[in-house]
């Protein structure tokens, strides 16, 4: 059970735009720390799409956005296309005991 | 160019102990965490723990705390994990990442390409 959750799958048709939620808690994302969104296509390695809540690593197209607010935070993909399809995980910090890295359980992005 | 270069893939039997490695180039070494995160088959991510090779100051996530050895030798740039006994559940891809900065919420820029252990009788 992963401390931060997200839907397990979303989907939508090319050219559309689709969002992608993360919720944590008070000890995490709610205690201000940073949410960081990664994307897995199949068979590759994680790479990271968005850190510190919405700044895009050099390279990410402005297709794909975060935001947070509270204790939750949103990935949102617009015009999409079939080479999105993969696993997207949002990652943030826990600072309760000694502190610590935490995912969520991810989402199985889907292009009809 | 920056990278994380991983040992190679590792087969095991049940009870048995292995360290894998992971090489940090390019950046300095001592500056970044660098984090071991866990993808059993079909799973998702999972942190282990993660380590700041410039003082080991290692966390572990409590569910891994006690099963697995996080350590760093600088002088190799090099990050570690390590079993005492392997177990069957042990079986997973399992990556090294840098972290952007020196802060452990940063987010992990760097991935190695991931190390594969099979634990099977």
């Known amino acids: 059970q992963s401390v931060l959750t997200q839907p397990p799958s979303v989907s939508g048709a090319p050219g559309q735009r689709v969002t992608i939620s993360c919720t944590g808690s008070s000890s995490d994302i709610g205690a201000g720390h940073d949410v960081h969104w990664y994307q897995q296509l199949p068979g590759t390695t994680p790479k990271l799409l968005i850190s510190d809540d919405s700044n895009r690593p050099s390279g990410v197209p402005d297709r794909f956005s975060g935001s947070k607010s509270g204790t939750s935070a949103s990935l949102a993909i617009t015009g999409l296309q079939a080479e999105d399809e993969g696993d997207y995980y949002c990652q943030s910090y826990d600072s309760s005991l000694r502190g610590r890295v935490v995912f969520g359980g991810g989402t199985k992005l889907t292009v009809l | 160019e920056v990278q994380l270069v991983q040992s190679g893939a590792e087969v095991k039997k049940p009870g048995e102990s292995l360290k894998i490695s992971c090489k940090g180039s390019g950046y300095s070494f001592t500056s970044h965490w660098i984090g071991w995160v866990r993808q059993m088959p079909g799973k998702g991510l999972e942190c282990m723990g993660i380590?700041?090779?410039?003082?080991?100051?290692?966390r572990y996530t409590p569910s891994f705390q006690g099963q697995v050895t996080i350590s760093a030798d600088k002088s190799f740039s090099t990050a570690y994990l390590r079993w005492s006994s392997l177990q069957a559940s042990d079986t997973a891809i399992y990556y090294c990442?840098?972290?952007?900065?020196?802060?452990?919420?940063?987010?992990?820029?760097?991935w190695g390409q991931g190390t594969i252990v099979t634990v099977s009788s």
């Open positions: 380590i700041y090779p410039g003082d080991s100051d290692t």
């Open positions: 990442a840098r972290s952007v900065g020196p802060t452990a919420s940063d987010a992990f820029d760097i």
